[in-house]
Structure formats: structure tokens, C-alpha cells
T-cell receptor, first 117, second 119 residues
Framework: AQKITQTQPGMFVQEKEAVTLDCTYDTSDPSYGLFWYKQPSSGEMIFLIYQGSYDQQNATEGRYSLNFQKARKSANLVISASQLGDSAMYFCAMREGLSGANSKLTFGKGITLSVRP | GAVVSQHPSRVICKSGTSVKIECRSLDFQATTMFWYRQFPKQSLMLMATSNEGSKATYEQGVEKDKFLINHASLTLSTLTVTSAHPEDSSFYIC???????????????FGPGTRLTVT
């Protein structure tokens, strides 16, 4: 079974509107972390936001927030007030067993977001 | 945030030659370094995990004799693609992890990537 599932093939959003990018995950480890990364066409991976499995509140970082629903095993990224520069590929990732220095980051397939002016 | 550099950013080589890619953590000492491979419009696939002074741990299906990883210091890891073939053409991304007080999950930073084209 896939550990990280991103099924939206491509998303379009009007500038200044909010958009939600879906991510579901699968793990039996009680200790894990969920990450979202942005990859523009230049290729660099930009860290956006992190949610720990024990965190009581949803993570927020500026215009990014994570809608963490632990029972449903979903960690959707919400981008508010979209900007043209938000057009990029977005990856959801998970790390199981956070205490291990070598624990791996597993990525989903990614979602392409296009912001329309 | 911390900076990870990769060199070269782009390389074209002939089939049968070897190519070395360097990954450096510029302002921190990395606990662990990772090498990923990414095909166009696809996800990042982990190739190997390495720690300074130890042999790298390769993921299943990755040929360790073809993709040589050397982790010489806490700030430098190299990936050498030996006897490159056109199917090795890809985007290679390194990542460095550091565990600091206050970040129990460890922070992982990515290099800008190296685009390898084998002709």
C-alpha cells in the first residue's frame, strides 16, 4: 500500500482565492511527521509546513495551514490568498519513527497547482 | 534556513563516462545525507542514505556499484554515476538532515538539484 497518496492530478485556482491540496497517508507507527514541500519549475524543494503526529493543533505558517485529521489519516494543505508565484508542484511527505536520524522521508506523487491571474 | 549546495547544477556527459555530483551543507553539519532521483513530473525516489564515515544504505533496486556514494565529512557527500548510460539521465537531488535542540523531528534541507543528461 502507498504510504502517501495524492490523487488530484492538477489543480487550478484563481489568484487571491484559497485552495486545498489533498494528502492521505498510511502508517502504523504512532510517531510520525507530515511535511509539505513546494517545487517550482527551477527544481528546488522548498519546505512549507510540518505537522507532528502528537501535535494537538493544526500547523500554520503564514498563508499555509495544514488541516490535520488524524482519524482519517489526512493532512491537507490549505493555501490562502493564492499568488501567481504559488504555481508549482506540491509534494506531501511523511517520516515515520521521528527519533531515528536515518528515518526516511517518503513522498507522494505530487500535485501541480496553477494559479490563474 | 540552512543552505545545501550541489555542484554541478547541470551536466551533459557521454555514455560510458562517470560523473561526480557534490552535495555540501554550507552552514551546518549534517547528521545524515540523502540522495534522491526524480524523473520529469514524477515524485522523488530515495536512492540511498549516508552518514559520515559509514557506508551508504541503498534502497532496494538501486545498484550500489553504479551509484557510488562517499560521505567524507559532516558537510560533504558525493554521488558518482559510473559508466553512465542514457537511462541514467535524470534530476538528482541531495538532502541534508540536522537534528537541533527544539526540532525533535530533525530539519531536512534540500539542494537545488543536478540535471544529468547522458548522450
Amino acid at each position: 500500500a502507498q504510504k502517501i497518496t495524492q490523487t488530484q492530478p492538477g489543480m487550478f485556482v484563481q489568484e487571491k482565492e484559497a485552495v486545498t491540496l489533498d494528502c492521505t497517508y498510511d502508517t502504523s507507527d504512532p510517531s510520525y511527521g507530515l511535511f509539505w514541500y513546494k517545487q517550482p519549475s527551477s527544481g528546488e524543494m522548498i519546505f512549507l509546513i510540518y505537522q507532528g503526529s502528537y501535535d494537538q493543533q493544526n500547523a500554520t505558517e503564514g498563508r499555509y495551514s495544514l488541516n490535520f485529521q488524524k482519524a482519517r489519516k489526512s493532512a491537507n494543505l490549505v493555501i490562502s490568498a493564492s499568488q501567481l508565484g504559488d504555481s508549482a508542484m506540491y509534494f506531501c511527505a511523511m517520516r515515520e519513527g521521528l527519533s531515528g536520524a536515518n528515518s526516511k522521508l517518503t513522498f507522494g506523487k505530487g500535485i501541480t497547482l496553477s494559479v490563474r491571474p | 534556513g540552512a543552505v545545501v549546495s550541489q555542484h554541478p547544477s547541470r551536466v551533459i556527459c557521454k555514455s560510458g563516462t562517470s560523473v561526480k555530483i557534490e552535495c555540501r551543507s554550507l552552514d551546518f553539519q549534517a547528521t545524515t545525507m540523502f540522495w534522491y532521483r526524480q524523473f520529469p513530473k514524477q515524485s522523488l525516489m530515495l536512492m540511498a542514505t549516508s552518514n559520515e564515515g559509514s557506508k551508504a544504505t541503498y534502497e532496494q533496486g538501486v545498484e550500489k556499484d553504479k551509484f557510488l556514494i562517499n560521505h567524507a565529512s559532516l558537510t560533504l557527500s558525493t554521488l558518482t554515476v559510473t559508466s553512465a548510460h542514457p537511462e541514467d539521465s535524470s534530476f538528482y537531488i541531495c538532502s541534508a538532515r540536522v537534528i537541533r535542540t527544539g526540532t525533535p523531528y530533525g530539519e531536512q534541507y534540500f539542494g537545488p538539484g543536478t540535471r544529468l543528461t547522458v548522450t
